[in-house]
């Protein structure tokens, strides 16, 4: 079974719906889940916000934070999707910002991303984020960015339940 039936099949489950906050993944983790039937029922919103200015007027995204710890980083990705969950009716938000490559950026290996998970639980909000590194050209990273974002998923949600943070 591939990882979006699987995630959507868990929030179909879980009678949850999804907002994404989409920087180098562009809409891909919308994508993936939208191309199975049914999706519907579990997606609120996705947006996909490449620039700063875009980050920072639809997400909320401060500029110190950008500014301090670069567009690439776990909190810049925190505060995407904090921005995206606020804005919408959504119980989460996947969010993600990273280097497709080729090149590197600002000492940055091509292919690293920045992920955060935000979920609203009866006991509030939890996130987590974390920073990996992908081999590969762009499209690879950015597919392997949308798996990754949508398989952890579950996991980070049975976390945020017995409310767990991190």
């Known amino acids: 079974m591939s990882i979006p039936v699987t995630t959507l099949e868990y ?10 906050a989409e920087s180098c993944t562009a809409g891909k983790i919308i994508s993936l889940l939208s191309e199975i039937q049914g ?3 579990c ?3 996705g ?5 700063p200015e875009a980050k920072q007027r639809l997400l909320s995204v401060r500029a110190y934070t950008i500014e301090t710890f670069n567009l690439t980083s776990c909190e810049v990705a925190l505060e995407m999707a904090q921005g995206a969950l606020r804005d919408s009716k959504a119980d989460l938000a996947l969010a993600t910002t990273g280097i497709l490559g080729p090149d590197d950026v600002d000492g940055i290996p091509a ?3 920045c992920f955060a998970w935000a979920f609203l639980t009866p006991s509030g ?3 987590f984020s974390r920073r990996e590194w992908f081999p590969g050209s762009r499209d690879q990273v950015q597919l392997s960015a ?3 974002a949508l398989k952890h ?6 976390k945020a339940l017995r409310g767990e943070k991190g």
């Open 47 to 51: 947006y996909v916000v490449y620039s």
């Open 146 to 148: 949308a798996l990754h």
């Open 153 to 158: 998923l579950p996991g980070f949600h049975q």
């Open 111 to 113: 292919g690293t991303v």
């Open 39 to 41: 999706a519907g029922a």
């Open 11 to 20: 929030l179909k489950a879980n009678s949850l719906q999804i907002t994404t």
């Open 125 to 127: 909000l939890s996130v």
């Open 43 to 45: 997606i609120e919103s």
